[in-house]
């Protein structure tokens, strides 16, 4: 950055690197150790960091398809893999888990988080930490985790990315914060500093939460790194007007080490020098960065075995691993039909013909999502590899043809696809945007299909042939059209390497879709930012989707004269192959002490009855909301506080139990303190964010 060049070698010998990122085979770490620990006066090993996000050799869905899983155990899985294959390269950090709250589709780092709640992006945080950091950092397989990217960056002005971001303290502690302090409390062993400025401070300059909140409030102890030359940018914020003084801010604010901004080095002996910066504060970073290096073995066993690693491929376990990862992400949004018979899964008689129609049907470049890795896009499987094996083995005639272009307006492809769907018994449109169009650097003001898409779309339902949109994207689309004209919508987000695999027994029902969403889809981008867990306002439609009269007399409400307040799909929503029925919701009782839970005696039991309606298996994920009112703060409309997965045979019946105690009914109140006030307390079992009937307790002094 800045025009600055570096000569790695010289450097490591020099001893003036002691991390460095993106090498990723054990040659390349094996050469630059070496160097470290034989040339070097002090003999410290390098740390080797890299972006191992969503797989390092084996990629598995995007982070945002990860967590529409909702499966914690996943999730682990996914991340003990990566790091046991990362590890043995000789990388023993990865910059990952983001767990930005992000409540605006518009950012494109969306696709790298959990989306918009709290409490389940708490619970994936940790799931992270577990699997990379295995059960003791001294094992070989085990690599540091960063929590990133701390904090607020989720909220970027405008969805913009790098934007400035204002987070009341309340709002930071109560959605922002939580995240983070849960990968602490589960032994993050690093955390990395974000881009933005929040509340007028670059959060890579910010003392507040850096030193007050990370350090002091929670203890932490290890160390802090920036984000890619963020230390050298709060010049561009406007805080500091030469390096020494950016160099100064950062560090006394609490970030240890400088990523790529080259501020530190030229500058922090002058600094101390002069008084301006302590000694000490120097000494305290450097033995940070050193215990961690110490605790991972470096010092031990600073190489890895480079022969064995040569020839490290992903092995059946870990695909299997992937597989089952990109069917569980899988989010059905809509599945009708004609006579009842809803169009999925796929039921083809021998010789039945499928129209397979879109760029993203065989594009293995974009099924490895943003941040791959080292992901190879040739042992990817798309879908049409697999659809094509499938058609094989089931006896079909399977046609492919692009139609449209992964971007732009062309219809040049339209008259094949349309040649191919109307001869077809079934249409399988594989349509979406670009990974590239994707992750960090990657914000969008239109969340619309690209427009010749969307216009072969509708030609292809024009032809009156069942439709199967499969829809791939890193965050939310507006996908309103579809919504009410495609009989069949499954959003894939980027699977990974098992892409076409786990499509395709998806498409058949050898899967049953039990994805749920964690992030509100729009109508329209004009409703961002949009999230499920709003405050409501003074003059609320009492009727969410109540429509604009043709007079006006109903607009003074908090409403859009041209759109619905609500969203197209709700946070927790996700359709089955089975259906579930929800019944007999009881609490425990009827009124519980505020003073009792405060003190972490007792509890408000909730349960239903849960029951497979249909006619197959299935995974329900069981959702618990609340709302707290009569309080001294506003409370959202509803929070999630709890979700059990439970599968079900046909016609099985189940009790779900939920407690609810101190830490689900605690809030930042007026005097900004943490407690459980006196309330009346709204709960909702239910299979989504807009469903369900409130089971009302009243929480008293």
């Known amino acids: 950055p800045g025009g600055i060049t570096t000569n790695h070698d ?14 990723t085979t054990a040659l390349q770490t094996n050469t630059y150790q070496k160097i470290a620990v034989e040339k070097s006066r002090l003999h410290i090993p390098v740390l080797f960091g890299l972006d191992v996000i969503h797989g390092f050799r084996t990629i598995f869905p995007v982070p945002l398809g990860l967590a529409a899983t909702w499966n914690i155990d996943i999730v682990e899985r996914c991340a003990r893999v990566a790091a046991e294959e990362a590890s043995a390269q000789g990388i023993r950090w990865t910059f990952s888990p983001m767990v930005d709250v992000t409540r605006d589709a518009r950012w494109g780092r969306i696709i790298e988080g959990a989306g918009e709640d709290p409490y389940l992006g708490s ?24 929590t990133k990217h701390f904090v607020g960056y989720g909220a970027a002005e405008a969805g913009r990315e790098y934007n400035a971001t204002e987070i009341s303290e309340r ?24 881009f933005n400025s929040l509340n007028e401070v670059p959060t890579s300059a910010n003392p507040f939460t850096l030193t007050e909140v990370l350090r002091n409030e929670w203890a932490f102890k290890g160390f802090v790194v920036s984000d890619y ?14 390096e020494p003084t950016a160099a100064r801010k950062s560090f006394l604010a609490g970030v240890d080490m400088d990523m790529e901004g080259h501020i530190y080095l030229p500058n922090l002996v002058a600094l101390v020098r002069s008084g301006v910066v302590p000694e000490g504060r120097v000494d305290d970073a450097v033995r940070r960065i050193l215990q961690l290096k110490f605790t991972l073995g470096l010092f031990d066993h600073p190489y890895v075995d480079a022969a064995a690693a040569a020839h490290a491929a992903p092995t059946p376990e870990h695909l299997a691993v992937a597989r089952e990862a990109a069917e569980e992400s899988f989010v059905l949004l809509r599945n009708d039909g004609t006579g009842g018979d809803p169009v999925l899964p796929l039921r083809l008689k021998a010789g039945g013909k499928i129209a397979l129609i879109g760029p993203l049907a065989v594009s293995a470049d974009d099924m490895l999502g943003s941040w791959a890795a080292v992901g190879n896009s040739k042992e ?12 094989v083995q089931n006896n079909l ?18 008259a094949e696809a349309l040649e191919a769907a109307r001869s077809a018994d079934v249409i399988v ?7 590239i169009a994707t992750g960090e650097g990657s914000a969008r003001s239109d969340l619309d299909l690209p427009a010749g898409q969307q216009k072969l779309l509708e030609q ?30 499954l959003q894939a987000w980027f699977p990974g390497l098992e892409a076409g695999p786990a499509l395709v027994r998806t498409l058949f029902g050898d899967a049953n879709p039990s994805g749920r969403l964690t992030v509100s889809y729009p109508r329209s981008v004009g409703q961002e930012p949009l999230y499920y867990n709003a405050l409501s306002t003074g003059r609320p439609l009492a009727k969410p989707d109540e429509p604009l009269d043709a007079n006006f007399g109903n607009r003074y409400f908090s409403r859009y004269i041209d759109e619905k307040n609500s969203p197209l799909f709700p946070f927790g929503y996700g359709l089955s192959y089975t259906t579930f029925g929800y019944s007999d919701v009881k609490v425990s009782a009827s009124t519980a002490s505020a003073a009792a839970l405060n003190l972490g005696q007792g509890s408000i039991v909730a349960s239903a009855e849960i029951t497979n309606t249909g006619g197959r298996a299935g995974v329900e994920t069981i959702q618990l909301y609340i709302r707290l009112r009569g309080t001294s703060v506003a409370r959202p409309v509803r929070e999630l506080k709890g979700y059990q997965r439970v599968k079900l045979e046909p016609g099985e019946r189940r009790r779900v139990e939920f407690r609810l105690g101190r830490d689900e009914l605690k809030f930042w109140n007026i005097d900004m303190k943490d407690i459980v006030e006196p309330a009346a307390l709204s709960i909702w079992i239910a299979p989504n964010s807009a469903s369900g009937s409130a089971t009302e307790v009243q929480v008293r002094d």
């Open 10 to 23: 010289e450097l490591l010998a020099a001893g003036k690197i002691g991390s460095l990122f993106n090498a």
């Open 229 to 242: 030359n963020s230390i050298r940018e709060i010049m561009a914020h406007g805080i500091a007007n030469d």
């Open 380 to 391: 990817v499987v798309s879908l049409h590899a697999a659809l094509s094996q499938r058609a």
């Open 460 to 489: 292809l339902v024009a032809t009156a042939k069942p439709v199967v949109l499969v829809l791939f994207s890193g965050r939310p689309l507006t996908i309103s059209w579809a919504a009410t004209h495609v009989p069949a919508i």
């Open 429 to 435: 449109a594989a349509l979406g945007e670009r990974a």
């Open 123 to 146: 619970l994936i945080a940790r799931a992270y930490v577990r699997g990379y950091q295995g059960k003791a950092l001294n094992n070989p397989s085990s690599i540091l985790a960063c």
């Open 171 to 194: 709002l930071l502690r109560q959605v922002y914060l939580p995240p983070f302090r849960a990968a602490l409390d589960e032994g993050a062993a690093t955390f990395m500093s974000a």
């Open 397 to 414: 005639r399977l046609r492919y043809a692009k139609g449209a272009e992964s971007i732009g307006a062309s219809e040049a492809g339209f």
